[in-house]
C-alpha cells in the first residue's frame, strides 16, 4: 500500500523567510511524485511532476527536489501570495489497478508581511 | 476552456435522501476520479474510470455508485447518505505524462448531512 507523510502539518513564515516542506512516501514502484497548491474552497492545482530521484524542478519562488524515500519542496523568499496548503502525492505500480493518487495530509503554509 | 467543472457546489441533504454529483472535463481525457477530502484524512479516492465504459473501486467505494455516461462526464451517486458522508467531494481527469497520469481537479462540491 502506496503512503505519504508531509511535514510539517502547519508552517508560518515572515515575508522572505526561506524554508522547506518534507514529504516522505513509500510505494512499490514509483510512477510519478506530485505536489499541489490547494487555496482555501478550491480544488488542487497542478505545480510538479517528479518521475525519478535526484530530478529536480523550479517555479517562480517553487522548488521541488526528489530522493528515493522523499521529497522537498523549497520555497524561496515567500511572499504571502504563496499561502495556501501544499499537498504531496505518490502514483505507484500498485498491484490493485487503481489509477489514483495516494495524497498526504497536506501542509498549511501562512507567509505574513 | 473550462476544464473540470462540478455541480454543485453546495448541497445539504438529509439522512436517507438520496443524490448525484455531476462532473464534466472538455479536455479530452481518458481517465476521471472522484476523491473526498475531510479535515485530517487528506484526499481519499472513491472511484476512478480509466476509460469511457469502465469503472473502478478506490479506498473508500463503500456507499458511492458512479456511471461514466461518456468520455466527459462521470457522475457519483449517494444513494441513501448518511452523515459520515459528509464531506467535500473533488473530481478530477487525467493525462498520461511520460509514465505518470497528471491530474487536474475541480472546483468542489460540499456536501453536509443532516
Known amino acids: 500500500e502506496d503512503q505519504v507523510t508531509q511535514s510539517p502539518e502547519a508552517l508560518r513564515l515572515q515575508e522572505g523567510e526561506s524554508s522547506s516542506l518534507n514529504c516522505s512516501y513509500t510505494?512499490?514502484?514509483?510512477?510519478?511524485l506530485f505536489w499541489y497548491r490547494q487555496d482555501p474552497g478550491k480544488g488542487p492545482e497542478f505545480l510538479f511532476t517528479l518521475y525519478s530521484a535526484g530530478e529536480e524542478k523550479e517555479k517562480e519562488r517553487l522548488k521541488a527536489t526528489l530522493t528515493k524515500k522523499e521529497s522537498f519542496l523549497h520555497i524561496t523568499a515567500p511572499k504571502p501570495e504563496d499561502s495556501a496548503t501544499y499537498l504531496c502525492?505518490?502514483?505507484?505500480?500498485?498491484?490493485?489497478?487503481?489509477?489514483?493518487?495516494?495524497f498526504g495530509k497536506g501542509t498549511h503554509l501562512i507567509i505574513q508581511p | 476552456n473550462a476544464g473540470v467543472t462540478q455541480t454543485p457546489k453546495f448541497q445539504v441533504l438529509k439522512t436517507g435522501q438520496s443524490m448525484t454529483l455531476q462532473c464534466a472535463q472538455d479536455m479530452n481525457h481518458n481517465s476521471m476520479y472522484w476523491y473526498r477530502q475531510d479535515p485530517g484524512m487528506g484526499l481519499r479516492l472513491i472511484y476512478y474510470?480509466?476509460?469511457?465504459?469502465?469503472?473502478d473501486k478506490g479506498e473508500v467505494p463503500n456507499g458511492y455508485n458512479v456511471s461514466r455516461l461518456n468520455k466527459r462526464e462521470f457522475s457519483l451517486r449517494l444513494e441513501s447518505a448518511a452523515p459520515s458522508q459528509t464531506s467535500v467531494y473533488f473530481c478530477?481527469?487525467?493525462?498520461?505524462?511520460?509514465?505518470?497520469?497528471?491530474?487536474?481537479f475541480g472546483a468542489g462540491s460540499r456536501l453536509t448531512v443532516l
Open positions: 510505494v512499490s514502484g514509483l510512477r510519478g
Open positions: 478530477a481527469s487525467s493525462f498520461r505524462s511520460s509514465g505518470a497520469n497528471v491530474l487536474t
Open positions: 502525492a505518490v502514483q505507484g505500480y500498485s498491484g490493485g489497478g487503481a489509477d489514483g493518487l495516494t
Open positions: 474510470s480509466a476509460s469511457e465504459g469502465t469503472t
